[in-house]
């Protein structure tokens, strides 16, 4: 990869992969170091990429989705990454809005349901695309992402109009 | 059970935004590599077994030491400074 290579796929995929580690993150700082480190992985073994097993951005997403869950690990290591059985309740909307709370929300899923949902709702990638990035089987992340939308239907449930489905509020 | 594709749910999660990307990022990524700078800020990474040589092979070379030392070392107790000038 040539320099020019390198800056070109800098410039195209940069928000991209900074949007992904924040909204998995919540944290700016973090979301920093994740793109960087991203970038330089990409810099130093570019061979690391396969175009005949999909595109760059998964690729890359896939880069940072280990850094973060590497980061992860280490700050939590007795946390579990994926939690089944984990059923969350509604949120107290506070005064601080509907954003708030929706960052709130995404930020409590357990970080699998997370990021699969990060990346079907926010980035709008298909399953398979999910899957490529992610290194699962398809089936997982269909349930993954089946259950962080449950959870995040529960969290919000103050916020979204009830259409004659019980949220888990009642 | 709801449905995928609930449109209430997206529309709500649309509402949180991401903060712009900074512009000191790209100097970031694009700072030119200082080598000189893993030299103070650098680590690596050391196999336990080679850790264990590195130990054994700094305690040998100590004890290699302590025993030229007291091998070469004068004998301060049985100096005559008055016959011989200097130990």
Redesign the interface.
């Known amino acids: 990869m040539t320099d020019e290579d390198f ?1 070109d796929t ?1 410039h195209r995929h ?2 991209v992969v ?2 992904f580690a ?2 998995i993150t919540g944290s ?1 700082s973090i979301a ?1 170091d994740i ?2 480190d991203c ?2 992985i990409l810099w130093r073994k570019p061979a690391a990429y396969d175009p005949r097993r999909g595109g760059m951005q998964a690729f890359l997403l896939g880069v940072a989705r280990n850094l973060v869950l590497k980061r992860w690990r280490k700050e939590r290591p007795h946390e579990p990454l994926e939690d089944e059985a984990c059923s969350m309740q509604p949120l107290s909307i506070r005064d601080d809005g ?2 708030e709370a ?2 709130r929300a ?1 930020l409590m899923l357990p970080p699998l349901q997370r990021e699969a ?1 990060v990346l079907a ?2 980035e709008e990638m298909t399953l398979e695309e999910i899957a490529f990035a992610t290194n699962t089987e398809l089936a997982a992340v269909k349930s993954r ?2 259950r962080g ?2 959870n ?2 529960r969290m ?1 449930a103050p ?3 009830p ?1 004659g ?1 019980c949220y888990g509020t009642k | 059970m ?1 449905p ?1 594709d ?1 449109r ?3 529309d ?8 712009a ?2 512009a ?3 100097q ?3 700072k030119p590599h200082r080598s000189w700078g893993f030299l103070l800020h650098g680590s690596i990474r050391v196999p336990v077994p080679v850790l264990y040589c590195l130990i054994a092979l700094l305690m040998f070379a100590g004890w290699r030491m302590s025993v030229r030392t007291s091998q070469t070392a004068p004998c301060v107790a049985n100096c005559d400074h008055t016959t011989s000038g200097a130990c």
């Open positions: 800056r800098f940069k928000a900074h949007r924040y909204r700016s920093e793109v960087q970038f330089l509907r954003a929706v960052e995404v949902v709702e926010y992402l089946h939308r449950q995040l239907r919000l916020l979204l109009e259409k489905t | 709801e995928n609930d209430q749910l997206r709500l999660l649309q509402e949180w935004q991401t903060p990307i900074p000191s990022l790209e970031r990524v694009f």
